[in-house]
């Protein structure tokens, strides 16, 4: 586990458990079972959504991004997490909150499988 999470998991205290799984190069954040952030290059992101979405657009924090088999680039429900969240843990917890809700909020329901 790189520093970068090691650092993150520990702000992240205040908010609750939070497991991490490797996600394609990234780490995968989740809480409860569902994953709310990542961190990919040393940046956190966390997730958002049309709720959300305005909290970071007034922050000026970028979407996540990476490059698709067609060499564009595909923009994912991720956001750069504000940096004083890496140095005040009342933040991370407050911004971990709202990235859950909305992570909760965009939550494709579960189909039970026909046996």
Request: with cysteine; charged share 30%.
């Amino acid at each position: 586990m790189s520093a970068t999470v090691e650092h993150v998991l520990e702000q992240m205290a205040g908010f609750g458990a939070v497991t991490t799984r490797k996600m394609f190069g990234a780490v995968a954040l989740y809480h409860v079972g569902l994953i709310f952030g990542m961190v990919d290059d040393d940046v956190l992101y966390l997730k958002g959504d049309d709720v959300l979405k305005p909290e970071f657009e007034k922050e000026n924090l970028g979407q996540f991004t990476y490059e698709s088999k067609s060499g564009g680039r595909t923009a994912m429900s991720y956001w750069r997490a504000p940096e004083r969240c890496l140095d005040d843990e009342s933040e991370m917890k407050l911004w971990c909150h709202k990235a859950y809700e909305a992570a909760l909020r965009t939550q494709k329901p579960t189909r039970n499988k026909k046996v």
